[in-house]
Structure formats: C-alpha cells, structure tokens
C-alpha cells in the first residue's frame, strides 16, 4: 500500500535523509508535503524531484522566492510561517508526518497532526521534552502511534517489541560521548565551534552535533524514553558506547538483554519508521562484526557530562522544568553556535535557568509555552 508522507524539516539532515528512503521506494511512498525553513533552493529541488501538494517556507518573502524558482509545472500550494507549518502537518492527506525540524517549534504542528489522526515518525525530541504528557495523552486519545526515529529509541522499540511492561528491568541508552568525549572539563576552555561540530560517528545537523558534545543529547533522550516507553527515570540509564553500533539495548526481568546494532546510518531508522512493522532492504553498508574486532563501553560520568545530571533533574522535578531545560539549551547552543559565548558556558545558562525556575505541574500547552518563553529570556539575558 502508497504512504503518504508528509515531511516537516524537509532540507535538514533527518528531512533529505528521509527522502532519500522515499526515492528508493517510488511504489511505496508519495510525498504530499515539504516544509522547510530557509533553504529555498533545495526546497525548490525538491519540489521539481517529489511533486508535493504543499509546500512550507519560514516567510513570506521566501514563499515568494519559491514561487519565481519554481517551473510552471511544479506548482504547488505554498505557505508559510507557523501556520504554514501546522499546514504541512495536518492539512494534507497526509498519512504519515515525520517531525524533523529542530527545537521546540516542533511542538504545535506535531500536536496539530496528531489531532488530525496523523501517524508521527518522530525524530523532533525536544517536542516529546517540553511536553510530553500532552504530546502523548493525546495520541492515546486520538489512537495515533507515535514511531520513533531517533536511533536509540528505535533500537529500543525493535527490542522491546511487544514485550509486556512487567517483563521490562530497565532501559539501557548509549551515548558516543560527542565530539569532546575524552577531554577533561579544563581542556574544554576555549574549544572552537568547528571542533564542537565534529561528531566522531553522525552526520547531522548543528544544534544536535553540539548537544551530543555537551550531552545535553542524552539528557533529551532520557526524557524522550520517558514519554515513549512510560518509564520511571529509575529504569532508563546511559552508558558511554564510543562506536555508536549499538544503539541502546533493553534489560529483562529474566536478566535477558537485548540489543539493537547497526552501522551508524540514520536512513535505517527512519525507513523503519516509515515501512513499520515491515523491514525492507536499505542500501547501507552491513555490520561486520569480525572486522570491528571490539566494542567499548563505561559508565557515565556525571561530573564530567553536567548536561546529564541537569537533565535527569529537570525529569525527575517534572511539570514545566523540562521545558526549561529544552529551551535555555536552545538559546545557549544558538549563542555558542554564533561565536557569542564559550562551549562551558552552555551548561552554566541552563543551571541558572533551571534553579530560577519553580516547576508548575501538570502544565497545559499554555503555561508550556509560557515557560518555554521565559527560560529563553532568562538565558538570554544570563549571557
Ligand atoms: N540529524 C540526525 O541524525 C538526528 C536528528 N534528530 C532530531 O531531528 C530533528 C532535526 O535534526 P536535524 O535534521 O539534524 O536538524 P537540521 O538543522 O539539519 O534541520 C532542521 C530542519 O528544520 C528546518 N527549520 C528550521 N527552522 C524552521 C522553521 N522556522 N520553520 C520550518 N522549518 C524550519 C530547517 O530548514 P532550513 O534548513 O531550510 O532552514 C531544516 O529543514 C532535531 O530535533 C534532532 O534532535 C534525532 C536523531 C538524529
Ligand atoms: C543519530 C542519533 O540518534 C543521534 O541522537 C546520536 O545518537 C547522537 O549521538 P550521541 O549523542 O550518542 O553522541
Ligand atoms: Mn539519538
């Protein structure tokens, strides 16, 4: 049977990757819509290539800039702006949405295509961070399955498969360390934007390679398993695994563990995603095991990785403190990535955010968004 996607994020890392797994399956996949924020110009390739109904930029000058790019034969409907966004999410006929913008903003059009009845291939975290009891009670509600793309949460939802709650000991993520992984606090002063972007196993995009530096990735993560998997934070921890092949693995009640490996190659995941439950052939590279030779893991360190520790806090108080933790970080990575503050500043704005923050509980989307608006201004204005 087609699926209709509908993919928001479309020229980032996860948005061309997916539509690198919809090209090697044109019976299997129509794309319905393209949302994008400022790259016109491979929006515009796009476009001419997948044929949308509905296309999204982030203004409106640059719907009009599309427009002109666009042959007259590839004319879609365009939008814009949030609206615009929320479109692409909900108002095409669209039976699947993949969520790969970054940040926060992902937040409304991912409620939006739910309420809609949307399947979501999720790899948007911070939507599932900042408010996750909202994001997940109503795809119960609306009986909307929420496929994750994010490779240790799909590595944890291959294992788990189907396996009942009560059989489940814990929930093991692994992270590579980033891009700083051996260095000391001390070593990291001064370090430079080009060397923070220098992930040793993923291509991906800026604001997630810098969180993986700091781990604030992981802490995302943890959070992010929260809400999938209805876990405690008792039962999810992290592990330091430098190659990336393993991608998380999950403990038994019987002491089984199970693993999910993989080469590092995000098209696995996200066609997962979109074929789920079916596994068709991708074109990556196989796992060689016998080559590897060894795989390395050590336990986390919570002093050296502050992000980790902050962000287990900000689960564990609940309420609205994930949110702030989620958007301090937003606005410390964009400084760093402007050059505006030091790589160990980032930890230091969300500390201060988080401690000048008393969680509201049970937030609704409002006082989410409220939230959400006041620990960007308090790390703006703690820079
Ligand atoms: N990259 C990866 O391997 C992984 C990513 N993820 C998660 O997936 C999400 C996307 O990450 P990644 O692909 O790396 O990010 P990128 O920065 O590569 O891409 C972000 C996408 O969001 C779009 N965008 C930004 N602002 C807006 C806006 N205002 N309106 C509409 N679109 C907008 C960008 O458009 P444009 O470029 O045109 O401005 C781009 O298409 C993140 O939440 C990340 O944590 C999860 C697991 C792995
Ligand atoms: C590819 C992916 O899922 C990223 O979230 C990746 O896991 C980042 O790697 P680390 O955060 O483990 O460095
Ligand atoms: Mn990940």
Redesign the pocket.
Known sequence: MTKRISILGSTGSIGTQTLDVVSHYPERFVVTALAGGNNVGLLAEQTVRFRPQLVSVATKELAAKLRELLPAEAAPRIVYGPEGLAEAAAATDADIIVTAVVGSQGLQPTLAAIEAGKTIALANKETLVSAGHLVTDLARRKGVSLLPV???HSAIFQCLNGEPRRALKRIVI?????SFRDKSRTELHGVTVEQALR?P??S?GAK?TI??ATMA??GL?VMEARWLYDVSYDEIDVLIHPE?IVHSFVEFADGSVIAQMGV?D?RVPIQYALTYPERLPTPVPRLDLAQLGKLHFREMDFARFRMMRLAYDAGRAGGTMPTVFNAANEVAVARFLRREIEFLHIDDIVERAMAAHTAEADPGLEAILAADAWARDHASRSI
Do not use: F
Not at 174 to 178: I, K, Q
């Open positions: 994010d490779s240790e692994t992270a590579s360390g980033g992930h196993n993923w991906m997630i969180d993986s990735n992981k993560e990336s590092p995000m």
